[in-house]
């Protein structure tokens, strides 16, 4: 068994534990490869690097970075030398946003050993963790992923669900885009009738930059009756950042299906409802 989140404390001991693959997720969004130019600066040794426009979404599908194909995932982690026994810790900058995406896509395709690095990047440097600049290039490997049934719902089945009072549907964007005073990318604004906001920042203690622990995050999600709900969905704007909500709630011990299009693809349905706050 392996724990979701592991501390930069743990990540020094074990840095160099054969089996273990590190992968750098640094991305800016509406800054196509800064991502990849931030981790080649430096990164915490013997790190890979995936990004989600290239690697962690397709090209075609329900909103703006819909689930990449089965074979195009497989690639990637292929060419990483990550197998079945591979135990991958992943990273972002360390708000928990691409990483979770790529925690949440190994799970999805069936690695079952991986876990996200808390504080990231960011809390890394902060304990005086080492890096370096070399790009390492590893043996590829034969990963064969397993899509799991049930774990992605379409906007048919969500707006199916939204009116059921057995069902929580979470809205990880910032409040005044779920609210609609704003809506700087899609087309347009407002939130899914019936959801519940839950920006995916609340997950991260701004004091110290590490995930709240699991008993307050349980405490934050109850307040919104998660634990009474028999379905979680989460959805954001295109679906990255719904994951580090989904991960915020397996911390929880709640289990939750993303909406892979998210309100990038709601919002373009003119026959879909949209609510807003004024």
């Excluded at 049934?149 to 057995?166: A, I, N, Q, Y």
Aim: proline share 5%; aromatic share 10%.
């Amino acid at each position: 068994m392996t724990s979701d989140l592991v501390s930069t404390d743990w990540l020094q001991t074990h840095l160099n534990d054969p089996g273990l693959r590190i992968v750098d997720t640094r991305w800016i969004l509406g800054n196509p490869g800064e991502g990849r130019r931030q981790y080649e600066a430096g990164h915490i040794p013997g790190a890979a690097h995936l990004d989600v426009d290239e690697h962690l979404s397709g090209k075609e599908g329900p909103g703006r970075h819909p689930i990449p194909p089965k074979r195009d995932f497989q690639k990637a982690v292929s060419d990483l030398g990550i197998e079945r026994e591979t135990y991958v810790i992943v990273y972002d900058e360390g708000k928990g946003m691409p990483a979770a995406r790529l925690w949440w896509l190994l799970k999805y395709f069936g690695h079952e050993k991986v876990s996200l690095l808390d504080g990231g990047w960011s809390g890394w440097l902060k304990v005086g963790g080492e890096s370096e600049q070399d790009i390492r290039h590893f043996l590829p490997s034969k990963f064969i992923g397993r899509a799991k049934l049930g774990w992605v719902f379409d906007k048919e089945r969500v707006d199916t669900l939204r009116d059921d009072p057995r069902v929580l549907i979470l809205d990880a964007r910032s409040p005044e885009r779920y609210r609609g005073d704003v809506e700087p990318i899609d087309a347009r604004a407002g939130h899914i009738p019936g959801a519940i906001n839950f920006h995916f920042a609340k997950t991260i203690d701004p004091q110290t930059g590490y995930f709240l622990k699991p008993e307050t995050l349980k405490e934050e999600f109850k307040k919104m009756e998660a634990d009474q709900a028999e379905t979680i969905v989460c959805y954001c704007g295109s679906g990255i950042t719904a994951c580090t909500n989904i991960f915020a709630l397996k911390l929880a011990g709640l289990d939750a299906k993303l909406y892979e299009g998210s309100w990038s693809d709601w919002a373009k349905d003119a026959d879909k409802s949209v609510t807003t706050i004024k």
